[in-house]
């Protein structure tokens, strides 16, 4: 990590453009990685809400991230890209599992029909 009086200083001169990101998390190490969920639906109803990704190993290790606090739209055949973080990191993912919530009690419920999606590290782009 950085101090964060010092991060333009040492990030900068490494490329360009460069991109920061600073998430803590609430438990202890208080880091978070941070992945870049893409996202192309085809529901033919624009579908408004809060995607949750969970992503486990082949040993069977889960991890489930944050809800973000703002909701999505989701129109059809239009991409959509959710910056989401981790507590932990987890190298070979062998699962990814979603869940998307319109965070309201009442009304029917929707599905969210997903044609392609796209899981990258940004901690580790090669992944």
Not at 15 to 43: E, H, R, V
Not at 69 to 79: C, G, I, L, P
């Amino acid at each position: 990590g950085y101090h964060a009086d010092r991060w333009k200083n040492l990030l900068i001169p490494y490329s360009s453009p460069t991109k920061a990101y600073f998430d803590t998390s609430g438990q202890d190490p208080f880091c978070m990685y941070n992945y870049l969920l893409d996202i192309t639906t085809w529901n033919k109803s624009t579908r408004r809400g809060f995607i949750k990704v969970k992503i486990t190993d082949y040993a069977g290790n889960t991890v489930e991230s944050q809800m973000n606090s703002e909701a999505s739209t989701f129109q059809q055949y239009k991409r959509v890209k959710i910056l989401t973080g981790f507590h932990r990191d987890i190298e070979n993912i062998a699962k990814i599992s979603l869940t998307y919530s319109t965070k309201t009690l009442i009304g029917p419920k929707h599905k969210l029909r997903i044609l392609q999606m796209k899981l990258k590290s940004l901690s580790n782009p090669k992944r």
